[in-house]
């Protein structure tokens, strides 16, 4: 904040009242200037006076109190005047009750967390100066400092609401908000100015609404826009053994031990093929490993090659079945403890409902971007690698995984194994506090606080929640977007520094947002089922004061108009004639 820019907030053309009861944490006034039943005009800006929402400033001396305007009623002696306010204005004396937010001194601007003087009865009050409102909102920023454009007062489009990158990222950041509340304009809004102001982003579109933003484009199964150079793959052998179980849910008992047993004999038939004689390996027709009745020495030797490379071994997802059944034998020959047993026709039986789930999975032709891709198209990690290790500003990459399968969790496994690559390449630092990331989730409750399995086998799919707990010590911070704040969990909300909630109707959501968020309170919450489309809460742990802001509308817009089911049934109509 520039000390230059703030002036005195005590001018007498915008004095509304003055205080006649005085608690903790709000105030009651008598709003004497406000009873006009309309806003008035001073030097070209508007004196809201009276109105629910304002701003104002109460004067305490050297330190200014801003409060918010929550409640106005007027007195029952008062109420028959309100029908004489347009033939003498003015004659009545609301009541208001304002709520508290920060201390400010009045010659300079700087705000003091919490009130450090409280006002006296009789203490003056003014309708707050948009352009001081803008000001505090900015708070102490160098002349240096990068600036985003994101919002402007409701009720002034000329009044700009711009914060610094660091304030509004550094502790991540949540759009939140109901359907049709602005949420997807926000986020393009963001996305708009982290590009203008040189950032890097990566945003995951589960929806494919921000498909018109001018950005490098990726599309993950089949899409109708998707080629040979903008198709993508997250290879089966890329991902970590669990994220396998998640696919698979093998039963503890009998089952996982023989999909391990059968992953790591496929890893070395592709390692070891061209030795595969030399080493003693026996392949079957369906090209799988034998192991029954064979020597076991051969088998260790080649997985003690295999482990001692640390790179990522590829294997065959569709000779997985024939490898399981291949698993199924005794562990040590009758008579010989030399070789492996023969096959067991018990475990067999226990691994059909898994071998019958691995074929069903192979031949799905929409899960071809994970298992077996028939191409060599690029893969996300490769992506991912190269983008986080890019310098180059101003670009944002967009994952479009709207033609990613719910079934099979197929989603959620798929972005936590994207939250798990970015977090390997945080800790690598490959993604820096000097080659920051920002990850953009829209739709954020269908990935964050899921877990995958059954009592037995539960498997949770947390790297975005981890990524929220520690990613900002690398750099790596997220951005998520959600409807429903009540299914993010409440251990990733309490991480997140930054908020702008768009309108929530729904009391739960309300609660959720307001435990997370420790300066919100039951005023401020009060306000975010009223909120207009596109008006959000400001708030978070760098902002001094929660405040209702207007995001701007970002140059190219999101795709999620609905269904215009007039105009369809219409002219569904007119060619039935």
């Known amino acids: 904040m520039s000390s230059n820019c703030w002036f005195t907030p005590f001018d007498s053309n915008r004095r509304i009242g003055s205080t006649i009861n005085i608690s903790p944490t709000e105030i009651t006034a008598n709003l004497s200037d406000a009873g006009a039943g309309e806003a008035k005009w001073h030097l070209g800006d508007?004196?809201?006076?009276?109105?629910?929402?304002?701003?104002?400033?109460?004067?305490?001396?050297?330190?200014?109190?801003?409060?918010?305007?929550?409640?106005?009623?007027?007195?029952?002696?008062?109420?028959?005047?309100?029908?004489?306010?347009?033939?003498?204005?003015?004659?009545?004396?609301?009541?208001?009750?304002?709520q508290l937010l920060t201390s400010i001194n009045?010659?300079?601007?700087?705000?003091?967390?919490?009130?450090?003087?409280?006002?006296?009865?009789?203490?003056?009050?003014?309708?707050?100066?948009?352009?001081?409102?803008?000001?505090?909102?900015?708070g102490d920023i160098k002349e240096d400092n990068i600036k985003l454009d994101i919002a402007e007062l409701p009720n002034d489009s000329t009044v700009n609401i711009t914060v610094t990158p660091d304030k509004l990222f550094s502790r991540h950041c949540a759009v939140l908000g109901a359907t049709g509340g602005g949420k997807s304009y926000s986020i393009s809004r963001l996305l708009q100015e982290v590009q203008e102001n040189g950032g890097k982003a990566l945003l995951l579109d589960p929806t494919g609404e921000y498909a018109d933003l001018d950005c490098e484009s990726y599309y993950v199964g089949k899409h109708e826009k998707a080629t040979e150079e903008n198709t993508v793959t997250f290879p089966h052998w890329k991902l970590p053994e669990s994220d396998i179980f998640a696919f698979l849910r093998p039963s503890a008992q009998t089952q996982m031990?023989?999909?391990?047993?059968?992953?790591?004999?496929?890893?070395?038939?592709?390692?070891?093929?061209?030795?595969?004689?030399?080493?003693?390996?026996?392949?079957?027709?369906?090209?799988?490993?034998?192991?029954?009745?064979?020597?076991?020495?051969?088998?260790?030797?080649?997985?003690?090659?295999?482990?001692s490379s640390s790179s990522c071994k590829r294997w065959s997802f569709k000779n997985l079945a024939a490898q399981i059944e291949q698993e199924c034998i005794w562990p040590t020959g009758k008579f010989n403890e030399s070789l492996f047993g023969g096959y067991h026709e018990g475990d067999l039986g226990y691994c059909i409902s898994l071998i019958s789930r691995i074929k069903s999975y192979s031949s799905n032709t929409y899960l071809k971007w994970l298992f077996d891709p028939e191409k060599d198209y690029q893969d996300i990690p490769s992506i991912l690698e190269n983008f986080s290790?890019?310098?180059e500003s101003n670009k944002i990459l967009r994952l479009d995984l709207s033609a990613v399968p719910f079934e099979s969790n197929g989603r959620e496994i798929l972005v936590n194994a994207i939250g798990r690559k970015l977090m390997d390449l945080a800790r690598a630092r490959e993604i820096s506090h000097d080659n920051p990331l920002l990850v953009f989730i829209d739709e954020a409750h269908q990935f964050l606080n899921k877990s995958v399995g059954d009592e037995a086998?539960?498997?949770?799919?947390?790297?975005?929640?981890?990524i929220a707990k520690e990613g900002r010590k690398y750099g790596l911070n997220v951005v998520i977007a959600t409807q429903r704040p009540r299914d993010i969990p409440e251990d990733v909300l309490s991480q997140i520094g930054s908020l702008i909630v768009h309108r929530l109707t729904n009391f739960h959501d309300q609660e959720?947002?307001?435990?997370?968020?420790?300066?919100?309170?039951?005023?401020?919450?009060?306000?975010?089922?009223?909120?207009?489309?596109?008006?959000?809460?400001?708030?978070?742990?760098?902002?001094?004061?929660?405040?209702?802001?207007?995001m701007k509308i970002p140059d190219i817009k999101p795709t999620s108009k609905s269904a215009e089911y007039s105009s369809a049934w219409k002219r569904k109509i007119s060619d039935d004639k």
């Open 512 to 550: 959720v947002v307001k435990r997370a968020v420790g300066s919100m309170d039951q005023r401020s919450a009060s306000f975010l089922p009223t909120l207009s489309q596109g008006e959000a809460l400001l708030l978070g742990i760098d902002f001094p004061f929660p405040m209702t802001v207007k």
């Open 46 to 98: 508007r004196v809201a006076a009276g109105e629910v929402n304002e701003f104002v400033f109460i004067d305490c001396g050297q330190t200014a109190v801003l409060g918010r305007l929550v409640k106005v009623w007027l007195d029952g002696a008062e109420r028959l005047s309100v029908d004489a306010i347009s033939m003498a204005n003015g004659l009545n004396n609301p009541i208001g009750i304002i």
């Open 389 to 391: 290790k890019n310098e």
């Open 457 to 466: 086998s539960t498997i949770k799919l947390d790297s975005f929640g981890n």
């Open 106 to 138: 009045s010659a300079t601007g700087k705000i003091s967390r919490g009130i450090t003087n409280h006002p006296r009865l009789g203490s003056q009050i003014y309708s707050a100066h948009p352009k001081l409102i803008s000001i505090l909102a900015e």
């Open 257 to 307: 031990p023989k999909l391990s047993a059968a992953i790591l004999s496929q890893k070395i038939i592709i390692e070891h093929w061209k030795k595969r004689r030399e080493m003693n390996l026996t392949l079957n027709d369906s090209h799988s490993l034998v192991k029954a009745d064979k020597e076991k020495r051969s088998y260790y030797s080649a997985v003690k090659l295999l482990e």
